[in-house]
């Protein structure tokens, strides 16, 4: 499984961005896929996850700004109302049973 993610970028408090990892490969197997982030200092942290059924999670510091979607083979983050402690670099991950699939990062910088 491969994923390419795109979508960040420099946006001042309050703005809006949308993430977006389409996944290619062994796709059918896909269980999950979500976003992850890491911030300088800090440990990787899950943002929002959705199932192959559609459900969705979302870490407390996110919910009711951040929604997370899903089209086929490619995941969205929709990011509202963002803060500076949003600023972190972004991977889209997708998970087959035991087996966890990572993008390369995308920059979020969140900074007037």
């Known amino acids: 499984v491969q994923l390419q993610a795109s979508g960040g970028g420099l946006v001042q408090p309050g703005g809006s961005l949308r993430l977006s990892c389409a996944a290619s490969?062994?796709?059918?197997?896909?269980?999950?896929m979500g976003w992850y982030r890491q911030a300088p200092g800090k440990q990787r942290e899950l943002v929002a996850g959705?199932?192959?059924?559609?459900v969705t999670n979302y870490a407390d510091s996110v919910k009711g700004r951040f929604t997370i979607s899903r089209d086929s083979d490619t995941v969205y983050l929709r990011m509202n109302s963002l803060k500076p402690e949003d600023t972190a670099v972004y991977y889209c991950?997708?998970?087959?049973?035991?087996?966890?699939?990572w993008g390369q990062g995308t920059l979020v910088t969140v900074s007037s």
């Open positions: 991950n997708a998970r087959d049973g035991p087996i966890d699939f």
């Open positions: 490969g062994s796709i059918s197997s896909i269980y999950s």
């Open positions: 959705i199932t192959i059924d559609g």
